[in-house]
Protein backbone atom coordinates (compact mmCIF):
# COMPACT_ATOMS: atom_id res chain seq x y z
CA UNK A 1 0.00 0.00 0.00
CA UNK A 2 0.74 3.32 -0.68
CA UNK A 3 2.35 5.28 2.20
CA UNK A 4 1.71 8.96 0.78
CA UNK A 5 -1.41 10.80 0.54
CA UNK A 6 -2.37 13.02 -1.90
CA UNK A 7 -5.81 14.92 -2.75
CA UNK A 8 -7.23 13.57 -5.87
CA UNK A 9 -7.55 16.24 -8.20
CA UNK A 10 -6.89 19.77 -8.61
CA UNK A 11 -7.36 23.08 -10.48
CA UNK A 12 -5.54 25.53 -11.74
CA UNK A 13 -5.44 28.78 -13.86
CA UNK A 14 -2.77 28.49 -16.71
CA UNK A 15 -0.20 30.78 -16.13
CA UNK A 16 -0.85 30.42 -12.35
CA UNK A 17 1.40 28.33 -9.95
CA UNK A 18 0.27 24.99 -9.46
CA UNK A 19 1.06 23.74 -5.90
CA UNK A 20 0.34 19.97 -5.13
CA UNK A 21 0.87 18.55 -1.54
CA UNK A 22 1.89 15.14 -0.15
CA UNK A 23 1.53 13.83 3.24
CA UNK A 24 4.35 11.22 4.56
CA UNK A 25 3.16 10.77 7.65
CA UNK A 26 5.08 7.57 8.36
CA UNK A 27 8.67 8.54 6.16
CA UNK A 28 11.81 7.71 7.37
CA UNK A 29 15.15 9.47 7.86
CA UNK A 30 16.67 7.73 4.87
CA UNK A 31 14.06 8.13 2.26
CA UNK A 32 13.94 10.44 -0.34
CA UNK A 33 10.81 12.25 -1.35
CA UNK A 34 10.17 12.05 -5.38
CA UNK A 35 7.57 13.35 -7.69
CA UNK A 36 6.69 11.93 -11.15
CA UNK A 37 3.71 12.56 -13.38
CA UNK A 38 1.81 10.45 -15.91
CA UNK A 39 0.48 12.81 -18.74
CA UNK A 40 -2.46 10.59 -20.17
CA UNK A 41 -1.38 6.94 -21.97
CA UNK A 42 2.51 7.88 -21.05
CA UNK A 43 5.05 6.26 -18.77
CA UNK A 44 5.84 8.26 -15.86
CA UNK A 45 7.97 11.19 -16.04
CA UNK A 46 10.25 12.08 -13.48
CA UNK A 47 10.21 15.83 -12.15
CA UNK A 48 12.38 16.41 -8.80
CA UNK A 49 13.29 14.20 -5.44
CA UNK A 50 14.69 15.64 -2.38
CA UNK A 51 15.85 14.38 1.05
CA UNK A 52 15.82 17.46 3.16
CA UNK A 53 16.27 20.56 1.74
CA UNK A 54 14.24 22.35 -0.65
CA UNK A 55 15.22 21.59 -4.87
CA UNK A 56 14.69 23.53 -7.89
CA UNK A 57 14.92 22.34 -11.06
CA UNK A 58 13.98 23.35 -14.40
CA UNK A 59 10.46 21.55 -14.46
CA UNK A 60 9.92 22.40 -10.58
CA UNK A 61 10.26 23.25 -6.91
CA UNK A 62 9.73 20.95 -4.32
CA UNK A 63 9.61 22.44 -0.61
CA UNK A 64 9.88 19.40 2.25
CA UNK A 65 8.71 20.74 5.90
CA UNK A 66 11.27 20.40 8.74
CA UNK A 67 9.81 17.30 10.10
CA UNK A 68 9.37 15.86 6.79
CA UNK A 69 6.01 15.08 7.22
CA UNK A 70 4.92 16.62 4.42
CA UNK A 71 6.14 17.75 0.90
CA UNK A 72 4.68 20.20 -2.29
CA UNK A 73 5.60 20.44 -5.56
CA UNK A 74 5.08 23.91 -6.88
CA UNK A 75 4.91 24.04 -10.98
CA UNK A 76 5.55 27.74 -11.32
CA UNK A 77 4.06 28.79 -14.18
CA UNK A 78 1.75 26.09 -15.40
CA UNK A 79 0.66 25.25 -18.60
CA UNK A 80 -1.93 23.29 -20.48
CA UNK A 81 0.66 20.75 -21.13
CA UNK A 82 1.17 19.99 -17.37
CA UNK A 83 -2.09 18.68 -17.13
CA UNK A 84 -1.64 15.13 -15.98
CA UNK A 85 -1.49 12.79 -12.74
CA UNK A 86 1.27 13.66 -10.03
CA UNK A 87 2.74 10.86 -8.00
CA UNK A 88 4.73 11.81 -4.66
CA UNK A 89 6.27 9.31 -3.57
CA UNK A 90 9.31 7.96 -0.96
CA UNK A 91 12.28 5.28 -2.05
CA UNK A 92 15.86 4.36 -0.23
CA UNK A 93 18.38 3.44 -2.84
CA UNK A 94 17.04 0.44 -4.61
CA UNK A 95 14.04 -0.09 -3.07
CA UNK A 96 10.48 -0.62 -5.44
CA UNK A 97 8.49 2.61 -5.77
CA UNK A 98 5.27 2.23 -4.69
CA UNK A 99 2.35 4.54 -6.22
CA UNK A 100 -0.62 5.68 -4.72
CA UNK A 101 -3.49 6.98 -6.77
CA UNK A 102 -2.29 11.02 -7.29
CA UNK A 103 -3.49 14.31 -7.95
CA UNK A 104 -5.22 14.70 -10.97
CA UNK A 105 -4.04 18.32 -12.06
CA UNK A 106 -6.09 20.30 -14.69
CA UNK A 107 -4.95 23.17 -16.18
CA UNK A 108 -7.67 25.30 -17.33
CA UNK A 109 -7.04 28.01 -19.77
CA UNK B 1 17.37 12.87 -17.70
CA UNK B 2 17.97 9.04 -19.00
CA UNK B 3 16.18 7.88 -21.76
CA UNK B 4 14.31 4.33 -21.49
CA UNK B 5 12.44 2.54 -24.48
CA UNK B 6 9.88 -0.34 -24.89
CA UNK B 7 9.04 -2.03 -27.66
CA UNK B 8 6.62 -2.54 -28.82
CA UNK B 9 4.45 0.36 -28.10
CA UNK B 10 1.21 -1.28 -28.52
CA UNK B 11 0.53 -4.79 -29.60
CA UNK B 12 -3.32 -7.48 -29.66
CA UNK B 13 -2.85 -11.07 -30.11
CA UNK B 14 -4.78 -13.82 -29.79
CA UNK B 15 -5.48 -15.86 -26.58
CA UNK B 16 -3.30 -18.15 -25.90
CA UNK B 17 0.05 -16.57 -27.49
CA UNK B 18 2.76 -15.41 -25.93
CA UNK B 19 3.67 -12.04 -26.18
CA UNK B 20 7.29 -10.31 -25.85
CA UNK B 21 7.69 -7.08 -24.04
CA UNK B 22 11.60 -5.20 -24.37
CA UNK B 23 12.67 -2.53 -22.11
CA UNK B 24 16.05 -0.83 -22.88
CA UNK B 25 17.98 2.11 -21.49
CA UNK B 26 19.50 3.81 -23.94
CA UNK B 27 22.27 6.24 -22.25
CA UNK B 28 22.95 4.29 -19.32
CA UNK B 29 23.64 1.04 -17.56
CA UNK B 30 20.52 -0.21 -15.25
CA UNK B 31 21.48 -2.79 -12.79
CA UNK B 32 18.08 -3.03 -11.51
CA UNK B 33 14.75 -2.99 -13.61
CA UNK B 34 11.14 -2.49 -12.57
CA UNK B 35 8.10 -3.86 -14.42
CA UNK B 36 4.48 -2.13 -13.30
CA UNK B 37 0.86 -2.94 -14.75
CA UNK B 38 -1.54 -0.50 -15.35
CA UNK B 39 -4.89 -0.89 -15.81
CA UNK B 40 -7.48 1.96 -17.00
CA UNK B 41 -8.01 4.80 -14.19
CA UNK B 42 -5.63 2.83 -12.01
CA UNK B 43 -2.45 3.43 -10.32
CA UNK B 44 0.50 1.73 -11.28
CA UNK B 45 0.93 -1.49 -9.80
CA UNK B 46 4.87 -2.92 -9.30
CA UNK B 47 4.42 -6.31 -10.75
CA UNK B 48 8.71 -7.85 -10.41
CA UNK B 49 12.05 -6.31 -9.50
CA UNK B 50 14.83 -7.40 -11.73
CA UNK B 51 18.63 -7.05 -11.32
CA UNK B 52 20.93 -8.09 -13.79
CA UNK B 53 22.30 -12.12 -14.39
CA UNK B 54 19.61 -13.25 -11.62
CA UNK B 55 15.81 -14.11 -11.13
CA UNK B 56 13.83 -11.52 -10.86
CA UNK B 57 11.69 -11.05 -7.45
CA UNK B 58 7.73 -10.96 -8.41
CA UNK B 59 5.15 -9.05 -6.33
CA UNK B 60 2.55 -11.08 -3.94
CA UNK B 61 0.13 -12.27 -6.38
CA UNK B 62 1.99 -12.12 -9.65
CA UNK B 63 2.49 -15.59 -11.12
CA UNK B 64 6.18 -15.49 -11.90
CA UNK B 65 5.80 -18.84 -14.74
CA UNK B 66 3.21 -17.01 -16.81
CA UNK B 67 5.04 -13.65 -16.68
CA UNK B 68 8.24 -14.30 -17.51
CA UNK B 69 10.89 -11.63 -17.11
CA UNK B 70 14.77 -11.78 -18.18
CA UNK B 71 17.78 -8.89 -17.33
CA UNK B 72 20.28 -10.67 -19.25
CA UNK B 73 22.00 -7.34 -19.79
CA UNK B 74 22.64 -3.91 -18.18
CA UNK B 75 20.80 -2.01 -20.87
CA UNK B 76 17.74 -4.88 -21.83
CA UNK B 77 15.10 -6.35 -19.86
CA UNK B 78 12.25 -8.45 -21.48
CA UNK B 79 8.55 -9.17 -20.25
CA UNK B 80 7.47 -12.22 -21.90
CA UNK B 81 3.34 -12.65 -21.19
CA UNK B 82 2.79 -16.54 -21.90
CA UNK B 83 -0.08 -17.95 -22.46
CA UNK B 84 -2.05 -14.57 -23.04
CA UNK B 85 -5.66 -14.04 -21.83
CA UNK B 86 -8.01 -11.55 -22.40
CA UNK B 87 -7.86 -10.60 -18.95
CA UNK B 88 -3.99 -9.63 -19.21
CA UNK B 89 -4.79 -7.14 -21.82
CA UNK B 90 -3.35 -4.10 -19.84
CA UNK B 91 -1.06 -1.04 -19.94
CA UNK B 92 2.60 -2.51 -19.08
CA UNK B 93 6.02 0.25 -18.05
CA UNK B 94 9.12 -0.54 -17.21
CA UNK B 95 11.93 1.71 -15.44
CA UNK B 96 15.64 1.76 -14.73
CA UNK B 97 17.72 2.55 -12.48
CA UNK B 98 21.62 2.79 -12.67
CA UNK B 99 24.44 1.06 -11.25
CA UNK B 100 24.90 2.97 -8.29
CA UNK B 101 21.79 1.50 -6.33
CA UNK B 102 20.19 5.04 -4.82
CA UNK B 103 19.80 6.46 -8.73
CA UNK B 104 16.52 8.34 -10.35
CA UNK B 105 14.46 5.39 -11.85
CA UNK B 106 13.40 6.46 -15.14
CA UNK B 107 10.26 4.77 -16.51
CA UNK B 108 9.41 3.84 -20.13
CA UNK B 109 6.72 5.29 -22.82
CA UNK B 110 4.38 2.02 -22.00
CA UNK B 111 3.26 -1.01 -23.94
CA UNK B 112 -0.52 -1.26 -24.45
CA UNK B 113 -0.97 -5.03 -24.38
CA UNK B 114 -4.75 -5.82 -25.91
CA UNK B 115 -5.53 -9.97 -25.93
CA UNK B 116 -8.97 -10.91 -27.63
Known amino acids: DAKTTQPPSMDCAEGRAANLPCNHSTISGNEYVYWYRQIHSQGPQYIIHGLKNNETNEMASLIITEDRKSSTLILPHATLRDTAVYYC??????????FGQGTRLTINP | GAVVSQHPSWVICKSGTSVKIECRSL??????MFWYRQFPKQSLMLMAT?????????EQGVEKDKFLINHASLTLSTLTVTSAHPEDSSFYIC????????????FGPGTRLLVL
Open chain 2, 50 to 58: SNEGSKATY
Open chain 2, 95 to 106: SAQGQRGWETQY
Open chain 1, 89 to 98: TEVQGAQKLV
Open chain 2, 27 to 32: DFQATT
